[in-house]
């Protein structure tokens, strides 16, 4: 006979047990449900997965950096490029570092503070689809707005400002942080984390 | 000799031919599938080895084993990761529901293959199985069986059954689950849905099917629709099995809070597969319009919205057909991963049992269409089999 067929025909205790059971079901799914919905997850995976504010996931990684030393995005030779970059790229391939998202991230560790003022020099190009034919890149560090270029055309542009020692804190860590206001969607409906705006080719600090 | 002697001679002679009938019915179910189930494996490895210079059958499951297949291959060895995901990835394995990875580990860990070998050995053993359950889901109705064993083992989609994708133990639980709701045990088929709740998250679904049946139930012995709730309530087994039939998803979502901090980590993590919530409308407007090139063929949006299409309309011919259960089941089942884009379709709507059992029993309608479609349908397996080792982009 049937589970389902004993209740039917069942006394009130095996009827109490089937509320019981259905009871202690229905309280589990509730509790799990509320757990789920009190997501215990730190900053960075709320913010990417979660909200959904940046398309540009945090990750715990650094790379070491001597100022006045160039290093290259490119594929054969992106070696101490590696360690630098956080999030938002693609790459290196050979014309470069891809951006990716609507924001990427490089993180440097600097083995002494510089004593008033750094000068970045960056080597970009636009990523293009015309009529879509430049792109817009603001760059801060540290969360301080540094500079922001206007890249136009396919061909690589450098890109040269001032990294004022404000911007570094005493850790030597120096987070730079690349938005693109004009990335290019895949497709109208495409996720933003494919957008693509730049190709970074180099990047160089010197101490001034 | 006396009449009453012959009479229990002719009896007997009776029963002795019934028996040698249901011997031989029952032979044939179970051969059937066996004989489709090995056309098939000779079918995809012809087609194979015609793309390939190692003929051996290990190379074989691994190069049948392409785009979610290897997610399910590194879940079923390493499990699921933690956050942050090593490697600075930020696609994490919590997309892929862990029931079909966790029973190949099981498997793997009393049988001395490689992962894919074993996932392949229990696809095509859970394929095999599909077909014996649905015998009486089709009537026992021998034309839409065969044709059912040949579309799910030797089809143009049958490389999905004999790899490692989730859709071999869907379409054999969600047999199960309609067999159960066929005869009215409700929990076997809570139970069921339970499992296929762990097995892709649209398995939860069913639980509509389950209570649909119920209101079907209640209605037969002269129930009226307004005393349905109530009636509901009286019976403990009912409820329990509606509330049975979430516990795979809510398990693995205790799972992922425990482990990951976020119990929906398995819907969060689609961000980073790029899927964006949309209209579904659109998502099928845009997949059928895009035909960039001057070829005839259809593109892969194309044939992925047509998918959609044809599989939305087998469920509305599953409505017409009273079998509303199944239709809301399989409408819903097609509906949830059309909200974000078109991926995969075509293997959704090849993963939903009751769709293509309508279809075996639609084409076996007339003798044309049927001996057309099991010459049509190996054919096929050869030329989709070449598709899906080339990475044809409708077929992911």
């Known amino acids: 006979m049937l589970w389902s067929e004993a209740t039917r025909s069942a006394g009130p205790a095996v009827l109490l047990a089937g509320y019981g059971l259905a009871a202690a079901f229905a309280a589990a799914e509730l509790a ?3 757990l789920a919905l009190n997501p215990n997850v730190n900053d960075d995976y709320r913010a990417y997965y979660i909200d959904k504010t940046t398309t540009c996931l945090n990750r715990d990684t650094v790379g070491r950096y001597t100022p006045g030393r160039t290093v290259s995005f490119r594929s054969n030779s992106a070696r101490e490029a590696i360690p630098m970059m956080v999030c938002g790229w693609d790459g290196p391939v050979a014309d470069g570092t891809h951006s990716l998202g609507e924001t990427s991230r490089l993180r440097l ?45 396919p061909a690589p542009t450098t890109v040269t400002f001032a990294i004022p020692r404000a911007a570094v ?7 730079m942080e690349f938005d693109y206001p004009d990335g290019i969607a895949q497709s109208p409906a495409a996720s933003k984390i494919y957008n693509r705006s730049i190709k970074l080719l180099s990047f160089r600090l010197d101490a001034l | 000799m006396p009449p009453a002697r012959v009479e229990a001679d002719l009896a ?35 087609a194979f080895v015609s793309l390939s210079a190692d003929p051996s059958l290990t190379a074989y499951a691994r190069a049948l084993c392409r785009w979610d297949c290897k997610w399910y291959v590194d879940l079923s060895e390493q499990g699921y990761e933690r956050f942050p995901i090593p490697n600075h990835n930020n696609i994490g394995r919590w997309g892929f529901f862990p029931l079909y990875p966790m029973l ?23 394929g095999y199985a599909s077909c014996l359950v649905a015998w009486p889901l089709l009537e026992k109705n021998v034309r839409a069986y065969v044709l059912y064993c040949a579309f799910l083992l030797s089809g143009p989609f049958s490389f999905y059954f004999a790899t490692f994708m989730t859709e071999p133990l869907f379409v054999l639980v969600t047999s199960c689950l309609f067999l159960a709701l066929k005869r009215s ?25 389950i209570v649909i049946r119920m209101f079907e139930e209640h209605r037969q012995m002269g129930g009226s629709a307004i005393a349905f709730p ?9 409820i329990i099995a509606i509330l049975i039939s979430p516990a795979g998803l809510f398990a693995y979502t205790l799972f992922l809070h425990v482990t990951v901090g976020d119990g929906f980590a398995f819907a969060h993590v689609q961000r980073a597969f790029g899927r964006v919530a949309g209209n579904p409308l659109l998502f099928v407007w845009d997949g059928l319009s895009y035909h960039p090139n001057a070829s005839w063929l259809p593109t892969a949006p194309q044939w992925s919205a047509m998918a959609a299409i044809a599989g939305l309309a087998l469920a509305g011919v599953l409505a017409v057909r009273r079998q509303y259960g199944a239709a809301l089941f399989c409408a819903l ?34 003798r044309l269409t049927f001996a057309a479609a099991v010459i049509a349908l190996p054919v096929a397996c050869y030329f989709m089999t070449i598709a899906w080792l080339g990475d044809y982009l409708a077929l992911v």
Do not use: K
Not at chain 2, 107 to 121: D, W
């Open chain 2, 230 to 238: 109530r009636w509901l309530l009286s019976r403990p087994d009912l």
């Open chain 2, 333 to 366: 089942a097609l509906i949830l991963p059309l909200t974000t884009n078109l991926a995969s379709m075509v293997r959704y709507v090849v993963g939903l049992a009751p769709l293509t059992m309508l279809t075996a029993s639609l084409l076996s309608t007339s």
């Open chain 1, 32 to 34: 799990i449900l509320a």
């Open chain 2, 185 to 209: 045990n409700y929990l076997a088929a809570g139970l069921s849905c339970a499992l296929l709740s762990a097995t892709r998250l649209v398995g939860v679904l069913a639980v509509f099917a």
């Open chain 1, 109 to 153: 560790s600097l083995p002494s503070l510089p004593g008033d003022v750094l000068l970045a020099t960056l080597e970009m190009a636009a990523v293009i689809r015309p009529p879509q034919l430049s792109q817009l890149v603001v760059i801060s560090a540290n969360g301080v707005r540094l500079h922001q270029a206007m890249l136009s055309g």
């Open chain 1, 169 to 175: 804190p005493d850790t030597g860590i120096l987070e």
């Open chain 2, 104 to 126: 190949v580990a099981a498997i793997r860990s009393v049988l001395p293959f490689p992962t894919i070998v074993i996932a392949t050995m229990a696809s095509v053993a859970c």
């Open chain 2, 12 to 46: 007997l002679e009776d029963a002795a031919r019934a028996n040698s009938g249901i011997r031989l019915m029952v032979i044939a179910v179970v051969a059937v599938p066996l004989l489709f189930a090995l056309s098939g494996l000779a079918i995809r490895y012809a």
